[in-house]
T-cell receptor, first 113, second 113 residues
């Protein structure tokens, strides 16, 4: 079945470490997105990518980095510069621009220990 | 800048009763509007969407929503809720551009037996 796979489901990071969250889709979608979700805050856009080898900063990109070397993959790295990384991270994709239905992965919960 | 307001953080409804979740948006042009549902620790699932045409849209799981341009609203309704409807509900707006959707902060729905 087509869909978006995020891994791992749970991730623990020590202070000062970089960690990478995986997002893979087999929907042949062009656009991919990373959102951060905090309790009571809704979803906030971190980065998005419309095509391979191109990506744009969202509203809260500081302390994060991404790459888009393949159409189906859009990994997110949470760097040590992100001061408050504990959150639920959601990856999404759309066939084109966001007027089309967005498909979401199951999320990765990142906790700093 | 676009924005979405969901005035109710929590709503409690008895099983079998009707439901209305409120959503107000701010957008400078014709908006694309969405309602998503999220179960705990899961990704988001699209309930319904409005792009144009009939202002009353039908979605999955017996939900519907009505677009009212004059009130900048897109309220979600269901005639009779089931215990399985307990979840977090998000309203979102976009313009069809590449920068993703803007989400409200969500409404947590509790179903009383």
């Amino acid at each position: 079945d087509g869909g978006i796979t995020q891994s791992p489901k749970y991730l623990f990071r020590k202070e000062g470490q970089n960690v990478t969250l995986s997002c893979e889709q087999n929907l042949n979608h062009d656009a991919m997105y990373w959102y951060r979700q905090d309790p009571g805050q809704g979803l906030r856009l971190i980065y998005y990518s419309q095509i391979v080898n191109d990506f744009q900063k969202g509203d809260i990109a500081e302390g994060y980095s991404v790459s888009r070397e393949k159409k189906e993959s859009f990994p997110l790295t949470v760097t040590s510069a992100q001061k408050n990384p504990t959150a639920f991270y959601l990856c999404a994709s759309t066939q084109g621009l966001m007027k089309a239905e967005a498909f979401f992965g199951q999320g990765t919960r990142l906790t700093v220990v | 800048a676009q924005s979405v307001t969901q005035p109710d953080i929590h709503i409690t409804v008895s099983e079998g009763a009707s439901l209305e979740l409120r959503c107000n948006y701010s957008y400078g042009a014709t908006p694309y509007l969405f309602w998503y549902v999220q179960s705990p620790g899961q990704g988001l699932q699209l309930l319904l969407k409005y792009f144009s045409g009939d202002t009353l849209v039908q979605g999955i799981k017996g939900f519907e929503a009505e677009f009212k341009r004059s009130q900048s609203s897109f309220n979600l309704r269901k005639p009779s809720v089931h215990w399985s409807d307990a979840a977090e509900y998000f309203c979102a707006v976009g313009g069809g551009g590449a920068d993703g959707l803007t989400f409200g902060k969500g409404t947590h729905l509790i179903i009383q037996p």
